[in-house]
């Protein structure tokens, strides 16, 4: 008998300020780095950006009556830096906390949880020109401030908290890719950024404590659950290289307050570790999490790489089948497609059994309760004459990959809660606004008067009868 989802399960949807807000300098908002990136050509798909977005800004409160009347239970959602602290740190810009208050009292209004992220990414750019934002240890200080005005100003009313969001993808796209804002390609700035972030993070969750002793705090990290292509013993150790490299290298450090050696001891041989002073490792010892947050979208299957073998390359970002390239790192693994499982048009496995695999696996090594806080199905919507979207394609992700939530939980799984990518139509950072994710449609033709419209999806009222029945459905 398989068993039920918890009562308290927290039922959600999750976003991102750049994604969501718009109003890029309303109020005395500052540039964040993303708004700066997206001028420059080339950098986004048909240069998209997220100056107006969806307009959550302006249009919070008819979003946070859809969400009442879906039923949801909790609402993630990130603060934008910039907007609190206009040039990174200083005094708090009053209008930027209000902003944040109204939309949380909203939600408290209407029973819904609100779970805040910390940071998803949009970095004020001041600190960026001044120190060369995550790449300095000017900006522990900094995050640290800005993360106490929150705790201090929010932490009697929001109870779940966000601290990074996805450093292992970002800064993987930052500083490896260069495909996110500062685009550098460099490996050895990629671990030392990564110190860092480490650090702030570790930092914010050890003041989190003294603050909002009463909360529940974690990172949220995009978990790509590693699969070897074969059972050839080379292709296993490219599995568990990628395994060490690409998930637990964080994880751990995260979980245990403590980098895991055997890839430390690789990457000083490579010469691209970062330096570690005396003192550091206790700060992330002192900092450790009280859950995981997983962004799940895929599996990711793994092959050997020689050592002049392909390196990290760009991502599908046009939604053209088949166009993503292999990736990787010579000498330790590179991806392929895994033929056992189908792909969305921008090559992303779709795999609910990977979900719960990746539960397990992070439960038994990490022995920490486990919050999804997204995952989700990208694609081309088609708004009908009748104004209705038929995302069935949707539906049947969802359904199945909570079902693998269950079966998570019936193998032991502590699952806290499902926050579904996402709830309206967002910006996708690198993939403009034809990528959509949400159970609620955003109509984004500027000579209609209409523009910005929100229309309920089918999703929209099946995710309502799920979280009605508890997830029975
Ligand atoms: C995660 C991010 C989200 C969101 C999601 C979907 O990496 O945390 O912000 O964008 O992925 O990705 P994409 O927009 O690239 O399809």
């Not at 910005?452 to 995710?463: E, G, I, M, N, Q």
Request: glycine content about 8%; charged content about 25%.
């Amino acid at each position: 008998e398989r068993k039920p989802f918890p009562a308290d399960f927290l039922w959600g949807a999750a976003s991102a300020a750049y994604q969501v807000e718009g109003a890029w300098d309303a109020d005395g908002k500052g540039p964040s780095v993303w708004d700066i990136f997206t001028r420059e050509p080339g950098r986004t798909f048909q240069g998209s950006n997220g100056e107006v977005a969806v307009d959550h800004y302006h249009r919070f409160e008819e979003d946070v009556a859809l969400m009442a009347e879906m039923g949801l239970k909790a609402y993630r959602f990130s603060v934008s830096w910039p907007r609190i602290f206009p040039t990174g740190r200083g005094a708090p810009n009053e209008a930027g906390l209000a902003f944040y208050e109204r939309l949380i009292d909203a939600l408290r209004a209407h029973g819904i949880e609100p779970v805040l992220t910390l940071y998803h990414w949009d970095l004020p750019q001041a600190l960026q020109d001044e120190y060369g934002g995550w790449e300095s240890r000017r900006i522990i200080a900094d995050f640290e401030h800005y993360c106490v005005t929150l705790f201090q100003r929010f932490g009697g009313k929001v109870k779940w908290w966000v601290s990074l969001n996805e450093q292992n993808y970002n800064l993987t796209n930052a500083y490896q890719l260069g495909t996110h804002p500062p685009a550098v390609q460099d490996r050895k700035r990629f671990f030392a950024a990564n110190h860092v972030a480490f650090l702030a993070n570790a930092t914010v969750i050890a003041a989190f404590r003294r603050h909002v002793p009463d909360g529940h705090i974690g990172p949220s990290f995009a978990y790509s659950p590693a699969y070897p292509a074969s059972c050839d013993p080379a292709e296993l150790l490219a599995f568990e290289n990628a395994e060490e490299f690409t998930n637990h290298w964080w994880l751990g450090t995260y979980c245990f307050g403590r980098y895991p050696r055997g890839t430390l001891a690789w990457l000083r041989e490579t010469g691209e570790a970062p330096e570690i002073m005396p003192g550091d490792e206790a700060i992330l010892r002192a900092g450790t999490p009280d859950f995981v947050g997983i962004n799940y979208y895929q599996t990711l299957t793994y092959t050997t790489n020689a050592l002049d073998g392909v390196t990290m390359q760009r991502i599908n970002t046009t939604g053209e089948k088949g166009t993503t390239p292999s990736s990787g790192v010579p000498g330790l693994y590179r991806t392929l497609p895994n033929p056992r499982v189908e792909t969305t048009n921008w090559d992303w496995a779709i795999d609910p059994v990977g979900l719960r695999i990746g539960l397990r696996r992070l439960s038994s090594r990490y022995a920490l309760p486990i919050l999804i806080t997204e995952n989700g199905l990208g694609e081309f919507d088609t708004l009908t004459e009748d104004e209705r979207v038929h995302d069935d394609y949707r539906i049947d992700y969802l359904r199945r990959h909570i079902e693998a939530c269950r079966d998570g939980i019936s193998d032991g799984v502590q699952l806290l809660g499902y926050c579904a990518w996402s709830f309206t139509d967002i910006l996708s950072w690198l993939n403009g606004y034809q990528k959509r994710y949400g159970f609620v449609y955003v109509d984004r033709d500027e000579h209609d008067p209409r523009d910005l419209r929100r229309v309920r999806k089918d999703s929209f009222y099946w995710y309502r009868r799920v979280i009605a029945s508890g997830g029975v459905d």
